[in-house]
């Protein structure tokens, strides 16, 4: 069933404040799949109501100036990353529900987590729920409650709003391809429009026509996690310096339509479909790949898993045509070259095939986290896990599972916590630990 989401507002009246606050002076809702995100206790007539009383006018505001990066960044180490995407920043003097909002690329999450009881607040917001839906399915929710704010404030006759200003300036922009691409490209990087490097976007729109569209917005997400942005010229000597040679056409592939459009499963999903079609179409058993066969597969040699040649901080193979190429493997750990490896194979099996780039990087987008879901069950099928486990899921029987399948531990808690063998707690803190 296709998730839903509204954002209502049922009109209230408010007898102070600025002529756009008392206009849309409202009872806001927020409801995912019939479930109340802003449910909560109100102090003053102690019960519990779906949403706070507040001005819905600044929450269209901040929803309108915030659209790029809420469309398109996800969780990453950007600065002031948490004023774009945690409703909580809007301010104004209101109690905003504590909603986090991101995406990741091609699905939205909406986080809602309760507030702490304190008694001189007067909404206590009791919510614990995570919703996620296709991306386009956020759009047209956060479009229909801000123009059902503007359409209140022609009711109140309140015209030319800076909202008015804002939703005009983003329609115009989201039917501009060039200005989106350029929009895209300035969240993904963690800024506010037209607070990036002119110069920085330039070089990246002129590296996607070499290296593909896509590719380079991988590339300044990562950068958005702390990471440095390497240009096609810094690709190719890093190719050249410390990769492997590769034949882009020997690598694997899945026949057209054996999946699922993106945006219609989750990431981790798709990633792991693919490893089962993988393996079924090339005839593997669920036991573990050697280095050989996993780096024919990748069209790669044995080498580039067995030798300590690191690149940067990511993961890439750069085709120069059809039958020739490099890798490049950040990991100096052998479990960590073969993920590696296996994440770049997903790449060309699942994602677009335009441009020369495919990249393995820290960041957190539809795409790399498929390609992680990909390699955990190419190289550790999960039913071959579970077997292996049998129900054991301490530390010990983790460990001797990832050293069977040469995988880390990391690997093997993942694939628990997605099959809801382990709960999703415990491997936050795993991630936390490591970070």
């Known amino acids: 069933m296709q998730p839903t989401l509204s954002i209502t507002a049922d009109w209230e009246r408010l007898d102070e404040g600025s002529p756009e606050e008392r206009a849309c002076f409202a009872a806001l809702g927020i409801l995912c799949n019939n479930q109340w995100l802003t ?24 929803l309108a100036w915030n659209w790029w990066r809420l469309r398109w960044e996800p969780q990453s180490n950007a600065p002031d990353w948490a004023f774009a995407h945690r409703m909580a920043t809007v301010g104004e003097g209101y109690v905003w529900p504590n909603i986090t909002i991101f995406s990741d690329g091609e699905r939205t999450a909406l986080i809602a987590k309760p507030t702490v009881d304190r008694p001189a607040t007067a909404f206590r917001y009791i919510s614990d729920h995570a919703a996620i839906m296709p991306s386009l399915v956020f759009e047209g929710a956060v479009d229909q409650f801000i123009s059902q704010v503007t359409g209140q404030l022609r009711a109140e006759h309140v015209p030319d709003t800076n909202l008015d200003r804002l939703w005009s300036e983003l329609i115009n922009e989201r039917r501009d391809r060039d200005t989106t691409r350029r929009r895209k490209l300035e969240a993904l990087l963690g800024c506010e429009p037209d607070e990036a490097d002119p110069a920085t976007i330039n070089h990246l729109i002129d590296d996607a026509r070499l290296l593909g ?11 958005a996690q702390g990471g440095g942005l390497l ?32 945006r219609d499963v989750p990431a981790w999903k798709l990633g792991a479909d693919a490893a089962r079609a993988l393996r079924e179409q090339v005839g593997l058993s669920d036991g573990p790949i050697g280095n050989d066969r996993l780096a024919q597969l990748a069209g790669a040699e044995t080498r580039a898993l067995t030798e300590d040649r690191r690149g940067p901080n990511m993961s890439f193979a750069l085709d ?27 790449d060309r099996i699942v994602a677009s095939p335009q441009g020369r780039l495919h990249a393995a990087t820290r960041a957190y ?10 390699a955990a069950e190419l190289l550790s099928p999960f039913e071959a896990v579970d077997r292996m486990l049998a129900g054991d899921y301490s530390g010990e029987a983790q460990q001797d599972a990832a050293e069977h399948f040469q995988v880390s531990e990391l690997t093997i808690r993942t694939l628990l916590v997605n099959h809801r063998r382990l709960e999703r707690e415990e ?9």
Do not use: C
């Open 39 to 62: 449910e909560g206790r109100d102090g003053f007539v102690n019960r519990i109501r779906t949403g706070p009383l507040v001005s819905a006018y600044h929450l269209a505001e901040w």
């Open 213 to 223: 569209e896509r590719a380079v917005e991988e590339l300044a997400a990562d950068h």
């Open 231 to 262: 240009t096609a010229d810094d690709l190719r000597q890093i190719a050249e310096s410390s990769g492997f040679a590769a034949s882009p056409r020997d690598a694997a592939r899945l026949a057209p339509g054996a999946l699922p459009p993106p």
């Open 320 to 346: 120069r045509n059809e039958t020739e190429g490099r890798v490049v493997l950040r990991s100096r750990w052998p479990t960590g070259r073969r993920f590696e490896l296996a994440r770049l194979l997903a």
């Open 365 to 374: 987008t539809y795409r790399q986290k498929m390609q992680r879901s990909f």
């Open 427 to 435: 491997l936050d803190e795993d991630l936390t630990a490591a970070a």
